[in-house]
């Protein structure tokens, strides 16, 4: 690799070599210091002590609005101190590094609390994880961001054992790139999909619209580039997964449209800890084995931590469900793939100084799955995947009030297509690479009477490449370059010093970024928001911001193609007829058409609008609750148009000229790469009856809108503790125009497109190491509109999980069966079929919209040494 990115690459790999070689462990002492610390605002005194302590400690504005610290003066140790310091706020403390802590809420305290504020440690050494999504403020939650917060062990409670389980039970996620959807089925499917990878789609906006970081930082994309797979990530070395449901391109650039995901991974972990499971459906032949490992230790300078996990399925054959037609005109082989999964993950931090620390983070997984075609023959389609990222970060405290980072990441993504009968056809190949380097600086900048002003301002470079080939020979290299600004302000107007009755607290959050890319331009994305406290129960917020994602190197680089046929005028029902060729039979014209690339395309862009509250009251400890309103306008939007639906739709009129010039049609041939010619003359002939341009176009638009609605509820009882939580989503509004010029279709509630009502429910009860989890998983009845006459009624799709587990801890006499977790679940216990949808491919169900899997057992054996 002779380009930027092998040389990015190996200094990466020196840099990395030469600190790890050059870090010395430098464990911090226990020594008393002097303290004069006086009683006052929790946010004035944390950053008070850890001044005269010399150590970082990071507190949210949100945990410490409302309540005071106590006076520390005297002599003490720096843990001895904050306990004194923290004595009645509901605070606790966590170290998170050698000189670093962390303070948040102590569990169950009846507040509005930040996804940070809420995890909880695994282990008693075990340091916290500080990734705040949302913002590039370092070690400051943007309260205005609307995020939904998952912890591993919302997570585990699920039962799921890959990240596509886990989002099936999101609400917020629409399944439109699913192992259930095959590329034939859905018209939003990209087309793009060949690996049979998993996509997160917030919304419905696309896969590719929602942005998927892991720890922070952007993931290369799969396949043909349209979206992160997360199918080859193990869900075993999840800590946490962070959902924010705003645009967010202003934060973290292009993609953020509908979204961001971030995985949050294990870090700091102390032992060793053991799985196994295996899961089958109760009628078919799909079976599911894991089994995987995770390691971590720490010492006092640092730590770290190592997942290996294993997956292998059978596939589930469409013969196995009866609402599925099976003819031999369409033959349908397997519904999911047959599949052997290695994943492995590694993150190391180690102090270098008391003001430098590094870390990284290496994650690879390698997938081979084997596959029958749904449609169009009997082919069998193999494909492997291998995939690399490494994300490296220097942190420097440049004060007690300024940090400054720098990263270094880089990703690739390979994978391989065979597509065979008997014989070996052909193979397809693809690489995705990805190198980030990033310099960012934060703090606060001045204080008002309402907290301290926190600003961020970085610069980023990204290149990003695109091979392509087939059967070994490259046809498509792609590369382009992104430089980028940023910048991000939390002013804090109202906070403890100024609030009034009514405005406990009020934040304005202010960030745009600039971006140069090297094929088509420049952009700039603003974002605001606001977050205003009434009082201790209550919040309203909400943010404004435009954003945008990228042309995918494929649509501008993968080749353009022109191609003649000979077509009937029966479909040609948009213009007047052509003049009778003589040179063909009667009722037929020449039609030739563009299809593929467009060099000149333009970023898609959006303007996304939230307004939401929160509401804990103080009366009712442990209840929580919050809703949030969207509102995204998804302009210009990329799609190709089908080669021959064209004909027949007058939205499509604009790209049909009838009688096309020779010069044009020469023009087109010569910027082509591929031709294909079923005329009885050549494609630059003069007297060519209509062209058409059906490649990838900025011509499309959505304009979506609802409310997301989540509640959660804790308590204690003798009998033991409860949890109970409900999470929906209702669309008002799923309008699309497949032009500027047309007129919005409404699409909520039909076939392929999302369904208006999505929740699930659940409630768990644990008592002395035995717990019980059970949900309930409703999407809406829609409408089959397939048919294009009557819309026929859908009916709902209603599905029960159920999970027990136990939990040994250190009780057992047998060292053997100490800290063992055995769990048994089952995923849509009364085995409900999907609802009957009419589709033309014979599947009989929306795979978008339901899953034809069935009742699936689990049984798994957690054991921790």
């Known amino acids: 690799m002779g380009d930027i ?13 030469a600190i790890v070689c050059c870090v010395t462990a430098q464990p911090a002492r226990a020594q008393e210091r002097s303290f004069d610390v006086t009683s006052q605002s929790a946010a004035t005194g944390v950053s008070e002590f850890a001044r005269q302590a010399d150590i970082q400690l990071l507190i949210s504005a949100r945990d410490a609005r409302g309540k005071r610290t106590q006076s520390v003066k005297g002599r003490y140790t720096i843990e001895e101190g904050l306990r004194r310091l923290l004595v009645g706020t509901g605070l606790v403390v966590r170290s998170t590094g050698p000189r670093t802590y962390s303070v948040v809420l102590a569990h169950g305290a009846g507040s509005l609390r930040s996804p940070a504020a809420d995890r909880e440690q695994r282990h008693p050494d075990e340091a916290d994880i500080i990734v705040v999504t949302g913002t590039n403020i370092h070690g400051v939650e943007n309260p205005t961001a609307p995020i939904l917060s998952f912890k591993r062990k919302d997570i585990e409670r699920t039962g799921s054992t890959t990240v596509e389980d886990f989002f099936r039970t999101v609400p917020q996620n629409f399944g439109s790139e699913t192992q259930f959807v095959d ?31 892991l720890n922070g930082r952007r993931l290369p994309p799969s396949d043909f580039g349209a979206f992160v797979d997360v199918s080859v990530m193990p869900l075993s070395v999840i800590e946490q997964i962070d959902i924010q449901t705003d645009g967010a391109s202003a934060i973290y650039g292009s993609d953020a449209v509908a979204g961001v995901v971030n995985f949050i991974t294990r870090k700091d972990y102390r032992g060793a800890e053991a799985f196994a499971r295996y899961g089958t459906v109760t009628d078919g032949s799909l079976r599911e084995r894991q089994a995987g490992v995770v390691a971590g230790e720490t010492w006092g300078s640092g730590g770290g931590i190592i997942t290996l996990e294993y997956t292998q399925k059978n596939p589930l054959l469409a013969s196995e469900r009866d609402f599925i037609e099976i003819s031999t005109v369409n033959p349908i082989g397997s519904l999911s793939a047959e599949e052997e999964k290695y994943s492995a993950a590694l993150s190391l931090n180690q102090t270098v100084t008391d003001r430098l620390t590094f870390s990284a983070d290496i994650l690879h997984s390698n997938r081979n799955t084997i596959r029958s075609q749904n449609t169009g023959g009997q082919f069998t389609v193999k494909t492997a995947q291998n995939n690399w990222f490494v994300s490296s970060r220097l942190d420097y405290e440049i004060s007690d009030r300024w940090n400054a980072a720098l990263y270094v990441d880089y ?5 391989t297509n065979r597509f065979s009968d008997d014989d070996f056809l052909e193979e397809g190949q693809r690489t995705n690479r990805l190198l980030v380097i990033e310099g960012r600086t934060s703090g606060a900048l001045f204080d008002l009477p309402g907290g301290n002003v926190s600003f961020a301002l970085g610069g980023l470079y990204r290149k990003e490449a695109y091979d392509v080939g087939k059967d070994g020979t490259l046809s498509t290299e792609a590369r382009r370059e992104v430089e980028s600004v940023y910048g991000e302000l939390l002013v804090p107007v109202v906070g403890d010093e100024n609030s009034v009755p009514g405005v406990q607290a009020f934040d304005v959050s202010l960030a745009g970024r600039y971006e140069n890319y090297s094929d088509f331009g420049n952009s700039f994305t603003p974002k605001v928001g606001m977050h205003w406290r009434l009082n201790d129960s209550m919040a309203l917020r909400g943010t404004y911001s435009e954003s945008f994602r990228a042309p995918l190197l494929e649509n501008t680089n993968g080749g353009r193609q022109i191609i003649g046929f000979v077509r009937p005028v029966s479909q040609l029902t948009v213009v007047p007829p052509p003049p009778q060729d003589p040179r063909l039979d009667p009722g037929y014209f020449s039609y030739v058409f563009l299809a593929g690339a467009n060099a000149e395309l333009q970023p898609e862009s959006a303007k996304v609008w939230t307004g939401g509250f929160e509401f804990a009251p103080q009366s009712v400890d442990g209840l929580k609750i919050e809703g949030t309103y969207f509102n995204i306008n998804y302009a210009d939007r990329i799609e190709s148009v089908g080669f021959f639906d064209v004909l027949g739709n007058p939205a499509y009129l604009t790209f049909l ?17 591929f031709f294909l010619n079923r005329l009885p003359f050549e494609l630059t002939d003069p007297d060519i009856s209509v062209l058409g341009f059906t490649g990838f176009q900025n011509v499309s638009t959505r304009q979506i809108s609802g409310v997301d609605m989540t509640a959660s509820f804790n308590w204690k009882t003798s009998s033991g503790t409860f949890d109970a939580s409900l999470n929906g989503t209702y669309l008002f509004d799923y309008k699309a125009r497949v032009t500027d010029t047309s007129e919005p279709q409404e699409q909520v509630s039909t076939v392929y497109r999302p369904v208006d009502f999505r929740l699930r429910g659940s409630l768990a009860w644990s008592l002395a190491g035995f717990s019980v989890y059970a949900a309930v998983n409703y999407t809406d009845g829609y409408q089959d509109n397939l048919s294009g006459l009557t819309d026929i009624p859908i009916d709902s799709f209603t599905t029960i ?6 939990d040994s801890g250190d009780l057992p006499q047998i060292s053997l069966l100490r800290n063992t977790k055995i769990s048994l679940g089952v995923q849509n216990l009364f ?20 899953t034809p899997v069935g009742r699936l057992l689990n049984v798994r054996i957690n054991k921790s040494f």
């Open 411 to 415: 990703g690739n993504a390979y994978s």
């Open 183 to 213: 590329n034939s089925q859905s018209p939003e499917k990209s087309g793009l999909n060949t690996s049979g990878g998993v996509g997160i789609d917030l919304r419905g906006a696309g896969a590719g619209s929602t942005l998927v970081l």
């Open 831 to 850: 085995d409900t079929a999907p609802p009957f949808v009419d589709t033309a491919d014979g599947l009989n169900y929306d795979p978008a919209n339901a």
């Open 801 to 806: 999980d159920l999970l027990l587990s136990y």
């Open 657 to 673: 000229e009838l009688n096309p010039n020779a010069d044009t049609l020469a023009d087109l041939v010569a910027g082509s790469e």
């Open 5 to 17: 990115f092998g040389a990015g690459v190996r200094a990466a790999m020196l840099a990395t070599s």
